[in-house]
T-cell receptor, first 115, second 116 residues
Framework: AQSVAQPEDQVNVAEGNPLTVKCTYSVSGNPYLFWYVQYPNRGLQFLLKYITGDNLVKGSYGFEAEFNKSQTSFHLKKPSALVSDSALYFCAVRDEFTGGFKTIFGAGTRLFVKA | DTGVSQDPRHKITKRGQNVTFRCDPISEHNRLYWYRQTLGQGPEFLTYFQNEAQLEKSRLLSDRFSAERPKGSFSTLEIQRTEQGDSAMYLC??????????????FGEGSRLTVL
């Protein structure tokens, strides 16, 4: 069965500094990996995905994520944080072969960017 | 197309009552998903449809829960004899099928249920 872990409930960073939000996963087959963001009173929005190919994927709003197969990780990064990046971030995984079309989400990490 | 829409956005009900939520997916999407999200948690998978066929149901979906997608377009999620533990945000998402689908989900803004 697939699973996702986000080890940090909250990440605090100063505006202009780089940010990292951590994610590790477990699947039986090849993983499809995703990051979503949730702003207050809004639905989840897709940020980026890794399916295959280059381990560094770029997404919306200047975010990127690095797939590391040996560490089963897919950390979300941004070189320079903005106050407007403050939100709830979810890592998600779908198992290519055994998970059907079910996407499993982590518990989320709240990002606070201080001005 | 304005994206995935859900109705109602908020529902307050008394324990024991039945409630129904509706989801209208993006028009060209033939996969539709229901998730439940409680405070401080990530979305939990409930069920999904490909066209009108319900292909998978989570063990979270007790006998009191039923979901339908009768014509492969909109979907309804009904909860019978609601319990206080059913209080949550119910999220609907849709996606494309086939080679163009690499799993990205498009979510609605959710229907928040409060059971008193």
């Amino acid at each position: 069965a697939q699973s996702v872990a986000q080890p940090e409930d909250q990440v605090n960073v100063a505006e202009g500094n780089p940010l990292t939000v951590k994610c590790t996963y477990s699947v039986s087959g090849n993983p499809y990996l995703f990051w979503y963001v949730q702003y207050p009173n809004r639905g989840l929005q897709f940020l980026l995905k890794y399916i295959t190919g280059d381990n560094l994927v770029k997404g919306s709003y200047g975010f990127e994520a690095e797939f590391n197969k040996s560490q089963t990780s897919f950390h979300l990064k941004k070189p320079s944080a903005l106050v407007s990046d403050s939100a709830l971030y979810f890592c998600a995984v779908r198992d290519e072969f055994t998970g059907g079309f079910k996407t499993i989400f982590g518990a989320g990490t709240r990002l606070f960017v201080k001005a | 197309d304005t994206g995935v829409s859900q109705d109602p956005r908020h529902k307050i009900t008394k324990r024991g009552q039945n409630v129904t939520f509706r989801c209208d997916p993006i028009s060209e999407h033939n996969r539709l998903y229901w998730y439940r999200q409680t405070l401080g948690q990530g979305p939990e998978f409930l069920t999904y449809f490909q066209n009108e066929a319900q292909l998978e149901k989570s063990r979270l979906l007790s006998d009191r829960f039923s979901a339908e997608r009768p014509k492969g377009s909109f979907s309804t999620l009904e909860i019978q004899r609601t319990e206080q533990g059913d209080s949550a945000m119910y999220l609907c998402a849709s996606s494309l099928r086939g080679g163009e689908n690499t799993g990205e989900l498009f979510f609605g803004e959710g229907s928040r249920l409060t059971v008193l």
